[in-house]
């Protein structure tokens, strides 16, 4: 089998690899990105025409993280001449207590951030039904995922990386702290690091290699919802219902946002069948499919809940929802991002062309930090 030398081996050409790729061709250090799918396949989470960007969190390290990457997309967007980010405002409604922790932080940091009552969040969105005060961001907005990732990939080429599609890992072997075996198919690459943002196959893929926690897999079905004013502007929302509250609906609370051509997309978070992401039927389970429809009905009316396209997707869930980054040896570690990482991408690519140097993570995303679990 021929071989190739190189300093630093990508696994992983979704959202996270492609932005360790860019960010590792920043600073020209020779990058190969593998990717196991063709451009723009629809196997795994980052595909698609929107995600939701927000600093709206309550732990500071993610407020940090959004923080930062929100100046990288815009660095993205000049380098690649894409537009991947369009503010829009984002509000969100219910769980009262959760929003009380993120309007803190938002006011510790001095972030702008402002608390709606029901009836003024209402005029301003007539598409959906406010029960309460509500908490409204002026920086949210929407992320366009397809061309996001191909900004990504085109501007780590240009930077000098090499990209390669339809090219599956099947063994990564550890010789020493500082030098891996990466093999393909029909190819070897020995290599000084090797990056692994495999997304739901992670756990598949770090058997043995890194101590990683329990992944969960599992296959969302968010719809794209056709709205009933083509011409209504849509925040990014979410409707968070306390768990044990009298309402709380079977499978909690929703997200939204504008899609675009694509209608409004709505999805419950974290719900969908677990699955083996080699084994998928990429089809909405009806019974939380319907569900979603009723939903949509009482709480956004400004679509129509029986047009609608099923989406299909995977989230890979740790048990905290925090994600794993991390190294081993020379063997550096994206996985668990449970269905909120798309926002972070560009500054978890700079965490992770750190960790090839070195340099640590936060401690919220390292091995160290998910093992308590394990005791658990
Ligand atoms: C329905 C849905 C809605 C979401 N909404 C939001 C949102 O609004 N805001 C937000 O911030 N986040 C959101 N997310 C989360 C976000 O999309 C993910 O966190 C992010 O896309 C994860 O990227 P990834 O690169 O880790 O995974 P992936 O995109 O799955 O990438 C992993 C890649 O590794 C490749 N791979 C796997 N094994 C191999 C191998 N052996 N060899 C080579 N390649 C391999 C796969 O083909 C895949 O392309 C959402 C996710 C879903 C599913």
């Known amino acids: ?87 829009t405002g984002g ?46 961001y002026p920086n949210s907005g929407r992320l366009h995922a397809d061309d996001a990732v191909h900004a990504l990939q085109r501007s780590a080429a240009a930077g000098g990386a090499e990209v390669r599609h339809e090219t599956r890992v099947i063994s990564i072997d550890v010789r020493d702290e500082n030098s891996v075996i990466v093999r393909t198919d029909d190819h070897e690459y020995v290599a000084r690091r090797v990056v692994v943002a495999a997304g739901a196959w992670a756990s598949k893929l770090l058997t043995g290699l890194a101590p990683l926690p329990p992944i969960t897999v599992t296959q969302e079905q968010p719809a794209h919802f056709v709205p009933r004013d083509p011409d209504a502007s ?45 084994h998928r039927d990429f089809t909405a389970e009806p019974r939380q499919l319907a569900a979603l429809q009723d939903y949509v ?13 099923p989406i299909s997707c995977t989230y890979a869930t740790t048990p905290d929802s925090n994600f794993v980054i991390d190294r081993t040896g020379p063997v550096v570690v994206a996985a668990g991002f449970s269905g909120h990482g798309f926002k972070f991408v560009p500054a978890i690519g700079r965490l992770l062309a750190d960790l090839t140097v070195d340099k640590d993570a936060p401690t919220l995303f390292s091995f160290r930090s998910h093992s308590a679990e394990k005791v658990v």
Request: hydrophobic share 40%.
């Open 234 to 278: 849509w925040p990014s929302f979410g409707i968070l219902h306390d768990p044990d509250g009298p309402d709380a609906p079977e499978f909690g609370g929703v997200y939204g946002l504008s899609s675009g051509a694509e209608g409004v997309k709505v999805g419950f978070h974290g719900t969908g069948p677990v699955v083996d992401p080699d």
């Open 297 to 309: 009905r009482r709480w956004v009316p400004g679509v129509d809940a029986d047009a609608l396209t």
């Open 1 to 87: 089998m021929s071989a190739t030398r190189v300093d630093t081996v990508v696994v992983g050409g979704g959202a996270m690899g492609s932005a360790a790729a860019w960010q590792l061709a920043r600073r020209g250090v020779e990058t190969v990105l593998l990717e196991r799918f063709s451009p723009g396949h629809t196997n795994g989470a980052s595909h698609g025409a929107s995600r939701i960007f927000r600093t709206s969190y309550a732990d500071r390290t993610y407020v940090e993280l959004a923080r930062e990457a929100e100046r990288l997309w815009t660095e993205l967007e000049h380098e690649s001449g894409s537009d991947l980010l369009t503010v």
């Open 91 to 136: 509000v969100d409604q219910g769980s009262t207590t959760h929003l009380a922790g993120i309007a803190g932080t938002l006011a510790e940091l001095g972030l702008p951030h402002q608390w709606l009552d029901a009836a003024e969040a209402a005029q301003r969105w007539p598409g959906i039904t406010f029960a309460g005060r509500a908490l409204y």
